[in-house]
């Protein structure tokens, strides 16, 4: 399983338990499968040689 089917599977499963906390700050699944999505759209795609 990767990265991007584990992401998958947490939001599916858990979609508003924290991901990620710092501080008293906190970000559930949702929206840090969202916050990735964004941001994978303006990566470059990287191929293999």
Do not use: C, K, Y
């Amino acid at each position: 399983m990767n990265i991007t089917q584990r992401l998958h599977r947490a939001v599916q499963q858990t979609p508003d338990l924290a991901a990620t906390v710092f501080g008293d700050r906190s970000r559930p699944w949702h929206e840090t499968a969202d916050r990735v999505a964004r941001a994978s759209r303006r990566t470059p795609e990287v191929r293999d040689s």
